[in-house]
């Protein structure tokens, strides 16, 4: 079955210092892979994706991934953390042929400590 | 734009009893997913509807049944609530014609069986 792994499920980090997310997927056909951030009481927002163009993906809010297609992973990183950034990051995954249905990682936890 | 409207926004059943959630799509969107969310776990996927029909299902049963109209809109119904129920509904829009499109996702509705 496709399924994407997210490795960490509680990250805690001081503000501004990095931050770094893992995420792994399992390799099929070719991937779209999305990270989407939830703030409390919130609604899901799209943070950056990947549709096989650049590896590198830069996003909002200061954040970036990098497809690895040898390591099946996409990474979620930003240099310097802000209070702001406390919330819960999915990873995402969906292939061409799923018509969009999106298949999430259990989450990871961000804590931003000051 | 409004985005992606759901209501209502909190919703209190009792076991047994029948829901109704309902969503509006992004405009331009004339696909809708619904997505369940239990607490502390990333979203799984119900079903899709495009053009009026369920395109899609995950593994959720019959109880859960679903509805889209002509306007795009769309109805997540439950029945035969059970505790387990309880959890946040997401609804997404898309529009699958446009390859690897991001999925935008309402607020939710937060249902609690009790």
């Known amino acids: 079955a496709q399924s994407v792994t997210q490795l960490d499920s509680h990250v805690s980090v001081s503000e501004g210092t990095p931050v770094l997310l893992r995420c792994n997927y399992s390799?099929?056909?070719?991937?779209?892979l999305f990270w989407y951030v939830q703030h409390p009481n919130k609604g899901l927002q799209l943070l950056l994706k990947?549709?096989?163009?650049?590896?590198l993906v830069k996003g909002i809010n200061g954040f970036e991934a990098e497809f690895k297609k040898s390591e099946t992973s996409f990474h979620l990183t930003k240099p310097s953390a802000h209070m702001s950034d406390a919330a819960e990051y999915f990873c995402?995954?969906?292939?061409?042929?799923?018509?969009?249905?999106?298949?999430f990682g259990a989450g990871t936890q961000v804590v931003v400590t000051p | 734009d409004a985005g992606v409207t759901q209501s209502p926004t909190h919703l209190i059943k009792t076991r047994g009893q029948q829901v109704t959630l309902r969503c509006s799509p992004k405009?331009?969107?004339?696909?809708v997913s619904w997505y369940q969310q239990a607490l502390g776990q990333g979203p799984q996927f119900i079903f899709q509807?495009?053009?009026?029909?369920?395109?899609q299902r995950g593994n959720f049963p019959d109880r859960f049944s679903g509805h889209q109209f002509p306007n795009y809109s769309s109805e997540l119904n439950v029945n035969a609530l059970l505790l387990g129920d309880s959890a946040l509904y997401l609804c997404?829009?898309?529009?699958?014609?446009?390859?690897?499109?991001?999925?935008?996702f309402g607020q939710g509705t937060r249902l609690t069986v009790v």
């Open positions: 997404a829009s898309s529009s699958p014609r446009q390859l690897n499109t991001e999925a935008f």
């Open positions: 390799s099929s056909y070719s991937p779209s």
């Open positions: 990947y549709t096989s163009a650049a590896t």
């Open positions: 995402v995954v969906t292939y061409t042929d799923s018509w969009g249905k999106l298949q």
């Open positions: 405009s331009g969107h004339d696909t």
């Open positions: 509807y495009y053009e009026e029909e369920e395109r």
